[in-house]
């Protein structure tokens, strides 16, 4: 490669000498011709630098490189670059003519905006001192017009106060001149308009005249609402109102007095006239209302003739259940309650009847019974606001005040249809110090409940021990006692008026839950050694009875919305994750969800020692069942006489097997033995009430069948498999096999699953292998050996039933037979 100062020289001409300037002039040029190579800018910049150099080294390295041939480029760059460096001059010449252009023109436009701003300066100083002057005049006349202009706006202010006076006193004056004329109609709707400028003044600051409009308002309310009452009061009591009877026994009311007509017809009139005044009454009249502890719904007070028609009765009420009367007891809660129950059943039809027409004829879309029975709760409130906190802390008091609060809810709702919106005795239960009393004592007896059932002599006995179609699950009495419990609490709390209130009672529930499977838990440790007891079965029914009905629980509407209102909570307070908040929303999971799983844990457990349990003893039965030898087995022969079961009998017939069965190949001695010690585990799990026999039905009750981690039938059928792996047959020996599979154990099961030998399928399998024809197994034998591991071998075991076993362990089982033929080999 060129040194990089030769390289610089490539473009002089050879046989020249350069003078100073020739040669300044020249490396000027290759500045400019390498500029527009390697772009003008950044040449510049590098040349700036003092970078030049390099960057020329660098592009003769790349262009030319250790190659000298290479050189040959030299002319075509050295073309290149000149032709650059003249679109360089080019541009460079342009540049220079039109900057000077766009520079005088930028500052001709600056001195014509210079001039245009001196004159703009010039006008503001002018105008600034025109207005100055302007306004100096001009404020005398302005202080002359203000001090006019506030006087007419204080005149305009006193004529409309004025007037305000006047229309106050032309409606006072019609009012009392209607009243002269006996014209109450017409006085009751001029009322209405004064109540209604009354309403449009509230914004007003003029104290003296809402007071005056107030007042005015007050005195003619009162005098027309003395008089209508008076009036109404009559006719109520032409009716003989109130109804102290109910409507079967009452003569009057109902029936058609002397004059009926006229008096009903006085009703109505005097009931429209009392509805005029209900906006009057509403304004001056200050509604009763319980403390705000107790969270009452807002509602609009009882309209004005009920209220009337209310009086009598809240006297009765207030005589008899207040002070020191004989009938204010306060054990006596139901005295009271059914006294209001009684009311409002006595005075429905009349209510319906007479008094509801005429509302609907009014146009306010009211229901007279409704507003009846709304009038009468308050009383039965206040009555409950007073008399709690006498006996919060009396447990059975309490206890019985809820029970009687709860049924008296239920009539109102259930016969009288009292919407559960409106106040009523849930809110006063929902009153935070009652409420927790409540919970407590609500605890406190369903636990004495629950020591009660689980120690009656009748705790693990199904109430319907004898009616199989009735009780398939064999439910015991402490279970079902239970489950009704849980039930009944649901009942009491589902009315509640806060969801808050009703997720406290469910937390109760699933408490109590819990605790009744901790109980379990505890008795069934007691009964553990024998885990196909009697107590022992009564208890895993017990467990799969609650589990069933709280998944079925789960599902219910009521408990659905807990679940929303669950949700709403545990978001708010980030108490669960987002996964767990997911599973909430989407249903996946359910408010029961805990308790059922740990009920499902408990009977898993409980399921798994029965199953250890008959296992280890069928397993241990069956040692004497594998070291039978079945190689030297004819094929007629008969076996030892058959093994009776109980007190006579043979096993097939025991089990439900055809006689004639038994009668052709009976079952081996060391078989009837295991198959014996297995007919009695299930019938001991039958007597002792074990709803689990019938376990299989469901895909989770099949898991259960087959026992924890595949023991249980899978370990059984392992077992038996060993044991077929352990012998040799002949003919006679797997016709045997077969046998005491086919028609003794696979049948013991139907009773419990559709298709017990699908629970064996390994020893269903190899006594298929045992028992083909010697030529079905030459050829069978001859394919595996030829297509080990191929898609024919498959195929093969296929075609004569073979599914589940390996290609090895059918050739281990056709290497167990002896009855091959002679062939040679």
């Not at 404020?139 to 006193?158: C, K, S, T, V």
């Not at 308002?217 to 009061?233: G, N, P, Q, R």
């Not at 001859?782 to 090895?808: M, W």
Request: proline share 4%; net charge negative; glycine share 4%.
């Amino acid at each position: 490669m060129l040194p990089a100062a030769e390289i610089g020289k490539v473009p002089a001409a050879p046989c020249c000498s350069e003078s100073g300037n020739e040669r300044k002039d020249v490396e000027e040029k290759n500045d400019i011709n390498i500029a527009a190579l390697f772009g003008n800018e950044q040449v510049s910049e590098d040349t700036d630098n003092g970078d030049l150099t390099s960057y020329v080294s660098a592009f003769i390295e790349k262009e030319v490189g250790n190659d000298l041939k290479s050189l040959k480029k030299l002319d075509k760059l050295i073309e290149q670059m000149t032709e650059n460096k003249m679109q360089l001059e080019e541009q460079v010449l342009t540049i220079s003519s039109e900057i000077p252009k766009r520079i005088q023109s930028a500052l001709k436009n600056a001195e014509e905006s210079k001039q245009f701003l001196n004159q703009f300066l010039e006008q503001e100083t002018h105008l600034f001192s025109s207005i100055n002057s302007h306004l100096l005049t001009a404020q005398p006349w302005m202080e002359d017009l203000g001090a006019m202009i506030n006087q007419i706006e204080e005149i305009e202010r006193h004529l409309a106060y004025l007037k305000w006076i006047s229309q106050i006193e032309e409606l006072s004056d019609n009012i009392q001149q209607y009243l002269m004329t006996n014209n109450v109609p017409e006085a009751a709707s001029t009322l209405v308009s004064m109540v209604e400028l009354d309403i449009k003044l509230q914004e007003s600051s003029c104290a003296h005249l809402l007071a005056f409009m107030r007042a005015t308002v007050k005195f003619w309310h009162k005098i027309l609402k003395d008089k209508l009452t008076s009036d109404f009061e009559e006719v109520l009591a032409q009716l003989h109102w109130p109804f102290i009877t109910p409507p079967q026994s009452q003569t009057v009311g109902l029936s058609r007095p002397a004059g009926a007509p006229e008096i009903y017809s006085n009703l109505e009139t005097l009931f429209c006239q009392l509805l005029k005044l209900q906006t009057s009454d509403e304004l001056l009249t200050e509604p009763k209302q319980l403390p705000e502890k107790y969270c009452l719904p807002a509602s609009p007070s009882v309209i004005l003739p009920i209220q009337i028609m209310l009086t009598p009765l809240q006297k009765r009420f207030r005589y008899h259940f207040r002070g020191n009367r004989q009938t204010n007891v306060i054990s006596k809660p139901e005295w009271y309650l059914a006294q209001v129950l009684m009311w409002i059943g006595n005075h429905t039809q009349f209510l319906d009847e007479k008094i509801q027409p005429i509302l609907d004829k009014v146009g306010p879309s009211v229901n007279a019974r409704l507003e009846f029975s709304r009038g009468l709760m308050m009383l039965v409130l206040e009555k409950l606001a007073a008399d709690i906190p006498c006996l919060l802390y009396d447990d059975n008091l309490f206890c019985h005040l809820v029970d009687e609060v709860l049924l008296f809810e239920r009539e109102l709702h259930s016969l009288y249809g009292y919407p559960s919106t409106f106040a009523n005795c849930m809110h006063i239960l929902s009153e935070d110090t009652c409420f927790q009393r409540w919970l407590t004592v609500e605890r406190k007896f369903a636990l004495q409940k629950m020591d009660s059932m689980l120690s009656s002599e009748a705790a693990w006995i199904s109430q319907y021990k004898d009616i199989t179609d009735v009780d398939e699950m064999k439910v015991p009495d402490c279970a079902e006692t239970f489950m009704t419990l849980l039930l009944v609490i649901t009942d009491r709390y589902k009315n509640l008026p806060t969801a808050s209130r009703k997720l406290q009672f469910l937390e109760l529930q699933k408490d109590l839950v819990d605790d009744f499977r901790i109980r379990l838990t505890q008795v069934m440790k007691e009964e553990t050694r024998a885990s196909l007891g009697f107590r022992y079965c009564a208890i895993l029914n017990a467990v799969n009875y609650i589990s069933t009905v709280l998944a079925d629980w789960a599902d219910n509407v009521f408990f659905l919305q807990l679940q929303q209102a669950a949700l709403e909570v545990f978001a708010e307070n980030n108490t669960l994750s987002k996964l767990q908040l997911g599973q909430l929303a989407s249903m996946e999971s359910s408010v029961f969800d805990d308790m059922i799983n740990l009920l499902e844990r408990l009977k898993h457990d409980m399921l798994t020692r029965q199953v250890d349990h008959v296992f280890r003893e069928v397993k241990d039965a069956a040692k004497l069942y594998k070291k039978e030898r079945r190689c030297g087995l004819g094929p007629s022969q008969v076996a030892v006489a058959a093994v009776a079961v109980g007190a006579g009998g043979d096993v097939p017939v025991q089990l439900g097997l055809p006689a004639a069965a038994h009668r052709e190949r009976p079952l081996t001695p060391a078989g009837g033995a295991a198959l014996l010690l297995l007919v009695h585990s299930l019938l001991a799990g039958a007597r002792g009430e074990a709803g689990c026999v019938h376990l299989p039905r469901s895909k989770q009750e099949r898991a259960a069948f087959r026992g924890p981690d595949g023991k249980g039938t899978c370990d059984t059928n392992c077992s038996l498999f060993q044991i077929v792996l352990a012998n040799h047959f002949n003919e006679g020996g797997a016709a045997q096999l077969q046998f005491d599979m086919t028609r003794n154990l696979f049948p013991l099961f139907s009773r419990y699953c559709k298709r017990p030998e699908n629970y064996f399928k390994h020893v269903k399998e190899a006594c298929i292998v045992l028992n083909l024809n010697i030529g079905s197994a030459l050829l069978l034998k001859d394919v595996l050996q030829s297509a080990s591991g191929q898609p024919p071998a498959t195929e093969a075991l296929n075609e004569v039933g073979i599914y589940k076993l390996a290609q090895q362990d059918v050739e281990i089982l056709l290497n167990l037979r002896t009855n091959w033929p002679n062939t040679g080999k």
